[in-house]
Protein backbone atom coordinates (compact mmCIF):
# COMPACT_ATOMS: atom_id res chain seq x y z
CA UNK A 1 0.00 0.00 0.00
CA UNK A 2 1.71 3.51 -1.03
CA UNK A 3 1.89 6.03 1.67
CA UNK A 4 -1.24 8.54 0.05
CA UNK A 5 -3.36 5.36 0.18
CA UNK A 6 -2.28 4.50 3.99
CA UNK A 7 -3.16 7.45 4.96
CA UNK A 8 -6.64 7.68 4.03
CA UNK A 9 -6.91 4.62 5.15
CA UNK A 10 -5.79 5.70 8.62
CA UNK A 11 -7.79 8.72 8.22
CA UNK A 12 -10.91 6.80 7.56
CA UNK A 13 -10.28 4.32 10.73
CA UNK A 14 -9.75 7.58 13.07
CA UNK A 15 -12.96 9.27 11.70
CA UNK A 16 -14.84 6.13 11.89
CA UNK A 17 -13.50 5.58 15.80
CA UNK A 18 -14.37 9.27 16.34
CA UNK A 19 -17.82 8.78 15.23
CA UNK A 20 -18.04 5.40 17.19
CA UNK A 21 -16.87 7.47 20.50
CA UNK A 22 -19.42 9.97 19.66
CA UNK A 23 -22.21 7.69 19.78
CA UNK A 24 -20.91 5.95 22.66
CA UNK A 25 -21.23 9.27 24.55
CA UNK A 26 -24.43 10.03 22.66
CA UNK A 27 -26.44 6.67 23.99
CA UNK A 28 -25.46 8.06 28.32
CA UNK A 29 -24.30 5.23 30.96
CA UNK A 30 -27.91 3.73 31.20
CA UNK A 31 -27.70 2.52 27.70
CA UNK A 32 -23.85 1.84 27.63
CA UNK A 33 -24.40 -0.51 30.57
CA UNK A 34 -26.86 -2.49 28.65
CA UNK A 35 -25.08 -2.95 25.86
CA UNK A 36 -22.12 -4.07 28.07
CA UNK A 37 -24.43 -6.11 29.83
CA UNK A 38 -24.61 -10.27 28.01
CA UNK A 39 -27.77 -10.55 29.77
CA UNK A 40 -29.66 -7.57 27.79
CA UNK A 41 -30.91 -8.63 24.09
CA UNK A 42 -32.64 -5.28 22.87
CA UNK A 43 -32.35 -1.91 24.36
CA UNK A 44 -36.33 0.31 23.62
CA UNK A 45 -36.93 3.97 23.86
CA UNK A 46 -40.60 4.69 23.78
CA UNK A 47 -41.92 8.30 22.62
CA UNK A 48 -42.63 9.19 26.05
CA UNK A 49 -39.09 8.85 26.95
CA UNK A 50 -38.95 5.54 28.79
CA UNK A 51 -36.10 3.45 28.05
CA UNK A 52 -36.94 0.14 28.33
CA UNK A 53 -33.91 -3.12 28.18
CA UNK A 54 -35.13 -7.02 26.71
CA UNK A 55 -33.72 -8.88 29.80
CA UNK A 56 -33.32 -12.53 29.04
CA UNK A 57 -33.70 -13.38 32.67
CA UNK A 58 -36.59 -10.98 33.46
CA UNK A 59 -37.73 -9.94 29.91
CA UNK A 60 -38.97 -6.45 29.14
CA UNK A 61 -37.70 -3.97 32.53
CA UNK A 62 -37.67 -0.16 32.70
CA UNK A 63 -34.21 1.28 32.61
CA UNK A 64 -34.99 5.07 33.41
CA UNK A 65 -35.35 7.67 30.93
CA UNK A 66 -34.32 10.18 28.09
CA UNK A 67 -34.83 13.59 27.28
CA UNK A 68 -36.40 13.92 23.36
CA UNK A 69 -33.57 15.86 21.89
CA UNK A 70 -30.69 13.02 23.31
CA UNK A 71 -33.16 10.22 21.29
CA UNK A 72 -32.99 12.51 18.03
CA UNK A 73 -28.95 13.02 18.39
CA UNK A 74 -28.32 8.89 19.54
CA UNK A 75 -30.59 8.70 15.95
CA UNK A 76 -28.80 11.57 14.00
CA UNK A 77 -25.37 9.81 14.91
CA UNK A 78 -26.37 6.63 14.26
CA UNK A 79 -27.57 7.85 10.26
CA UNK A 80 -23.95 9.57 9.87
CA UNK A 81 -22.25 6.61 10.95
CA UNK A 82 -23.37 4.40 8.32
CA UNK A 83 -23.82 7.18 5.54
CA UNK A 84 -27.71 7.77 5.76
CA UNK A 85 -30.12 10.57 6.99
CA UNK A 86 -32.65 10.67 9.13
CA UNK A 87 -34.62 13.98 9.24
CA UNK A 88 -38.42 15.13 9.28
CA UNK A 89 -38.59 14.38 5.47
CA UNK A 90 -36.46 10.62 6.15
CA UNK A 91 -37.63 9.75 9.65
CA UNK A 92 -37.38 6.34 9.17
CA UNK A 93 -33.73 4.67 9.97
CA UNK A 94 -32.91 1.45 9.50
CA UNK A 95 -29.48 0.80 10.62
CA UNK A 96 -26.39 -1.72 11.94
CA UNK A 97 -23.42 -0.74 13.35
CA UNK A 98 -19.85 -1.00 11.45
CA UNK A 99 -17.99 -2.09 14.67
CA UNK A 100 -20.74 -4.13 16.87
CA UNK A 101 -23.39 -5.20 14.48
CA UNK A 102 -26.62 -3.90 16.70
CA UNK A 103 -29.45 -3.56 14.45
CA UNK A 104 -30.97 -0.16 14.87
CA UNK A 105 -34.26 0.85 13.95
CA UNK A 106 -35.32 4.52 14.33
CA UNK A 107 -37.86 6.79 14.34
CA UNK A 108 -38.22 10.32 14.09
CA UNK A 109 -41.18 12.74 14.03
CA UNK A 110 -43.63 13.46 12.57
CA UNK A 111 -44.07 9.29 12.25
CA UNK A 112 -43.54 8.85 15.97
CA UNK A 113 -44.75 12.07 18.62
CA UNK A 114 -40.64 11.67 19.50
CA UNK A 115 -37.71 10.03 18.78
CA UNK A 116 -38.10 6.52 19.22
CA UNK A 117 -35.66 3.29 18.91
CA UNK A 118 -34.68 -0.53 18.84
CA UNK A 119 -31.27 -1.46 19.50
CA UNK A 120 -30.58 -5.11 19.04
CA UNK A 121 -27.77 -6.58 20.12
CA UNK A 122 -26.06 -9.61 18.06
CA UNK A 123 -26.00 -13.12 19.74
CA UNK A 124 -22.42 -13.11 21.51
CA UNK A 125 -22.13 -16.88 20.41
CA UNK A 126 -24.07 -19.84 19.50
CA UNK A 127 -25.91 -22.26 21.80
CA UNK A 128 -25.56 -25.73 20.67
CA UNK A 129 -28.20 -28.09 20.44
CA UNK A 130 -26.79 -29.73 23.58
CA UNK A 131 -27.08 -26.85 25.84
CA UNK A 132 -30.60 -26.54 23.91
CA UNK A 133 -31.27 -29.81 25.99
CA UNK A 134 -29.22 -28.98 29.15
CA UNK A 135 -31.47 -25.66 29.80
CA UNK A 136 -34.55 -27.73 29.45
CA UNK A 137 -35.69 -25.45 26.20
CA UNK A 138 -35.19 -29.32 24.19
CA UNK A 139 -35.98 -32.66 24.73
CA UNK A 140 -32.54 -35.35 24.02
CA UNK A 141 -35.02 -36.97 21.42
CA UNK A 142 -36.38 -33.88 20.51
CA UNK A 143 -32.10 -32.60 19.67
CA UNK A 144 -31.56 -35.93 18.02
CA UNK A 145 -34.05 -35.46 15.62
CA UNK A 146 -33.15 -32.49 14.68
CA UNK A 147 -29.58 -33.55 14.22
CA UNK A 148 -31.03 -36.51 12.00
CA UNK A 149 -32.45 -33.87 9.96
CA UNK A 150 -29.84 -31.54 9.38
CA UNK A 151 -27.72 -34.32 8.16
CA UNK A 152 -30.43 -35.90 5.83
CA UNK A 153 -30.79 -32.05 4.07
CA UNK A 154 -34.30 -31.85 5.23
CA UNK A 155 -34.96 -28.57 4.94
CA UNK A 156 -36.24 -26.45 8.24
CA UNK A 157 -38.72 -23.52 9.10
CA UNK A 158 -37.98 -21.70 12.15
CA UNK A 159 -41.08 -20.06 13.30
CA UNK A 160 -42.19 -17.73 16.02
CA UNK A 161 -43.21 -14.22 17.38
CA UNK A 162 -40.70 -11.14 18.13
CA UNK A 163 -38.30 -12.23 20.38
CA UNK A 164 -38.83 -16.11 20.76
CA UNK A 165 -35.01 -17.28 19.43
CA UNK A 166 -35.54 -17.71 16.13
CA UNK A 167 -32.28 -17.23 15.09
CA UNK A 168 -30.47 -18.48 17.98
CA UNK A 169 -32.13 -21.67 17.05
CA UNK A 170 -31.12 -20.89 13.23
CA UNK A 171 -27.37 -20.66 14.73
CA UNK A 172 -27.42 -24.08 16.74
CA UNK A 173 -28.88 -25.92 13.46
CA UNK A 174 -26.16 -24.33 11.27
CA UNK A 175 -23.67 -25.84 13.33
CA UNK A 176 -24.76 -29.07 12.84
CA UNK A 177 -24.11 -28.63 9.19
CA UNK A 178 -20.27 -28.15 9.86
CA UNK A 179 -19.93 -32.25 9.70
CA UNK A 180 -21.41 -33.00 6.61
CA UNK A 181 -19.16 -31.09 4.71
CA UNK A 182 -21.81 -28.95 2.41
CA UNK A 183 -21.30 -25.44 0.71
CA UNK A 184 -23.43 -23.08 2.29
CA UNK A 185 -24.97 -19.97 1.12
CA UNK A 186 -26.26 -17.70 3.56
CA UNK A 187 -28.91 -14.45 3.15
CA UNK A 188 -29.58 -11.88 4.67
CA UNK A 189 -31.19 -8.34 5.59
CA UNK A 190 -28.70 -7.83 8.62
CA UNK A 191 -25.66 -9.56 9.91
CA UNK A 192 -27.70 -12.09 12.74
CA UNK A 193 -26.60 -15.72 12.02
CA UNK A 194 -23.20 -17.01 12.69
CA UNK A 195 -21.85 -19.99 9.99
CA UNK A 196 -19.02 -22.08 11.46
CA UNK A 197 -19.05 -24.55 8.38
CA UNK A 198 -15.58 -23.07 6.33
CA UNK A 199 -16.97 -23.69 2.74
CA UNK A 200 -19.82 -20.60 2.88
CA UNK A 201 -20.79 -17.68 1.82
CA UNK A 202 -22.51 -14.85 3.24
CA UNK A 203 -24.48 -12.17 0.64
CA UNK A 204 -26.49 -9.65 2.26
CA UNK A 205 -29.50 -7.55 0.15
CA UNK A 206 -29.00 -3.71 -0.51
CA UNK A 207 -31.68 -1.35 0.27
CA UNK A 208 -32.68 -0.32 -3.49
CA UNK A 209 -29.81 -2.50 -5.25
CA UNK A 210 -30.33 -5.65 -4.50
CA UNK A 211 -33.29 -7.59 -2.59
CA UNK A 212 -33.80 -10.53 -0.89
CA UNK A 213 -35.25 -12.29 -4.11
CA UNK A 214 -32.20 -11.25 -6.54
CA UNK A 215 -29.86 -13.20 -3.86
CA UNK A 216 -31.83 -16.27 -3.62
CA UNK A 217 -31.62 -16.51 -7.67
CA UNK A 218 -28.17 -15.07 -7.80
CA UNK A 219 -27.24 -17.67 -5.44
CA UNK A 220 -28.50 -20.68 -7.47
CA UNK A 221 -25.20 -19.91 -9.97
CA UNK A 222 -22.64 -20.29 -6.82
CA UNK A 223 -23.29 -23.87 -6.66
CA UNK A 224 -24.64 -24.27 -3.16
CA UNK A 225 -25.34 -27.31 -1.20
CA UNK A 226 -27.67 -25.58 0.99
CA UNK A 227 -29.22 -21.87 0.91
CA UNK A 228 -30.23 -20.60 4.58
CA UNK A 229 -32.45 -17.37 4.35
CA UNK A 230 -32.22 -15.42 7.72
CA UNK A 231 -35.78 -14.28 7.66
CA UNK A 232 -38.20 -14.49 5.23
CA UNK A 233 -40.47 -11.51 4.87
CA UNK A 234 -41.09 -10.98 1.06
CA UNK A 235 -41.61 -12.61 -1.80
CA UNK A 236 -38.45 -14.34 -2.00
CA UNK A 237 -40.37 -16.88 -0.57
CA UNK A 238 -41.26 -18.23 -3.59
CA UNK A 239 -37.45 -18.20 -4.83
CA UNK A 240 -36.54 -19.83 -1.82
CA UNK A 241 -39.06 -23.20 -1.86
CA UNK A 242 -38.22 -23.18 -5.63
CA UNK A 243 -34.47 -22.97 -4.58
CA UNK A 244 -35.29 -25.79 -2.09
CA UNK A 245 -37.24 -27.94 -3.74
CA UNK A 246 -34.86 -28.13 -7.06
CA UNK A 247 -31.85 -29.72 -6.13
CA UNK A 248 -30.83 -27.71 -3.19
CA UNK A 249 -32.02 -28.95 0.14
CA UNK A 250 -31.25 -28.62 3.57
CA UNK A 251 -32.16 -25.30 4.04
CA UNK A 252 -33.09 -23.47 6.57
CA UNK A 253 -34.77 -20.24 7.00
CA UNK A 254 -37.02 -17.89 10.20
CA UNK A 255 -40.28 -17.29 9.65
CA UNK A 256 -42.63 -14.92 11.61
CA UNK A 257 -45.67 -16.76 12.99
CA UNK A 258 -47.92 -17.73 15.52
CA UNK A 259 -47.88 -21.40 14.99
CA UNK A 260 -46.54 -24.11 13.36
CA UNK A 261 -49.82 -24.45 10.67
CA UNK A 262 -49.66 -20.30 11.12
CA UNK A 263 -45.59 -20.34 9.69
CA UNK A 264 -47.05 -22.18 6.32
CA UNK A 265 -49.66 -19.61 5.68
CA UNK A 266 -47.66 -17.03 6.24
CA UNK A 267 -45.15 -18.62 3.37
CA UNK A 268 -48.21 -18.41 1.55
CA UNK A 269 -49.01 -14.93 1.87
CA UNK A 270 -45.59 -13.91 1.11
CA UNK A 271 -45.31 -15.77 -1.84
CA UNK A 272 -48.53 -14.12 -3.28
CA UNK A 273 -47.15 -10.81 -3.05
CA UNK A 274 -45.32 -12.03 -6.46
CA UNK A 275 -48.19 -14.80 -7.78
CA UNK A 276 -51.19 -15.33 -8.47
CA UNK A 277 -51.58 -18.25 -6.71
CA UNK A 278 -49.76 -20.68 -3.60
CA UNK A 279 -48.37 -23.41 -4.46
CA UNK A 280 -49.23 -25.00 -1.64
CA UNK A 281 -48.91 -28.58 -2.92
CA UNK A 282 -44.76 -27.49 -3.55
CA UNK A 283 -44.80 -26.06 -0.18
CA UNK A 284 -45.78 -28.94 1.78
CA UNK A 285 -43.70 -31.29 -0.40
CA UNK A 286 -40.52 -28.68 0.01
CA UNK A 287 -40.83 -27.85 3.27
CA UNK A 288 -40.05 -31.01 5.49
CA UNK A 289 -40.28 -29.85 9.64
CA UNK A 290 -41.85 -26.63 11.36
CA UNK A 291 -39.94 -25.93 14.48
CA UNK A 292 -42.26 -23.36 16.12
CA UNK A 293 -40.75 -21.27 19.34
CA UNK A 294 -43.05 -19.66 21.77
CA UNK A 295 -42.03 -17.45 24.95
CA UNK A 296 -39.57 -14.63 25.91
CA UNK A 297 -36.18 -13.99 27.48
CA UNK A 298 -35.83 -17.62 29.76
CA UNK A 299 -39.07 -19.24 29.28
CA UNK A 300 -38.45 -19.04 25.61
CA UNK A 301 -39.25 -22.90 24.61
CA UNK A 302 -40.08 -24.99 21.42
CA UNK A 303 -43.18 -25.60 21.56
CA UNK A 304 -43.84 -27.93 18.55
CA UNK A 305 -41.62 -29.73 16.11
CA UNK A 306 -44.29 -30.59 13.13
CA UNK A 307 -43.43 -32.72 10.47
CA UNK A 308 -45.15 -31.51 7.19
CA UNK A 309 -47.05 -34.54 5.63
CA UNK A 310 -48.66 -32.35 2.98
CA UNK A 311 -51.48 -30.64 2.12
CA UNK A 312 -55.02 -31.48 1.43
CA UNK A 313 -58.60 -30.06 0.77
CA UNK A 314 -58.46 -29.14 4.75
CA UNK A 315 -55.23 -27.75 4.23
CA UNK A 316 -51.44 -28.80 5.34
CA UNK A 317 -51.21 -31.76 7.19
CA UNK A 318 -48.74 -31.77 10.40
CA UNK A 319 -47.48 -34.05 12.72
CA UNK A 320 -46.12 -33.54 16.01
CA UNK A 321 -42.60 -35.28 15.95
CA UNK A 322 -43.51 -36.22 19.45
CA UNK A 323 -46.30 -38.08 18.64
CA UNK A 324 -44.16 -39.96 15.79
CA UNK A 325 -41.46 -40.64 18.34
CA UNK A 326 -44.00 -42.04 20.80
CA UNK A 327 -45.82 -44.02 18.25
CA UNK A 328 -42.00 -45.35 17.18
CA UNK A 329 -41.05 -46.23 21.17
CA UNK A 330 -44.31 -47.98 21.25
CA UNK A 331 -43.88 -50.08 18.19
CA UNK A 332 -40.27 -50.70 19.24
CA UNK A 333 -41.68 -52.00 22.81
CA UNK A 334 -44.12 -54.46 21.02
CA UNK A 335 -41.37 -56.07 18.96
Known amino acids: MSSAAFSVAAAA ?45 EGRVRLGTLPPEDGERIIRLVAAHVGAEAHRTKPLLSAELPETGERFEGVLPPVASAPTFALRKRSCGVISLGQYVADGILSCDQAQYLQAAVRDRQNILVAGGTGTGKTTLANALLEEVVSTNDRVLVLEDTIELQCPVHDHVALRTKPGLVSMADLVRSTLRLRPDRVVVGEVRGGEALDLIKAWGTGHPGGIATIHAGSAQGALLRLEQLILEVALTAPRALIAETVNLVVFL ?30 LLRTRDSQGERS
Open 13 to 57: EASLDRRTRMLRTAMGPLIAAALDDPDVVEVMLNPDGVLWSDRLT
Open 294 to 323: SGRGRSRHVQQIARVMGHDSHGYQLASIDT
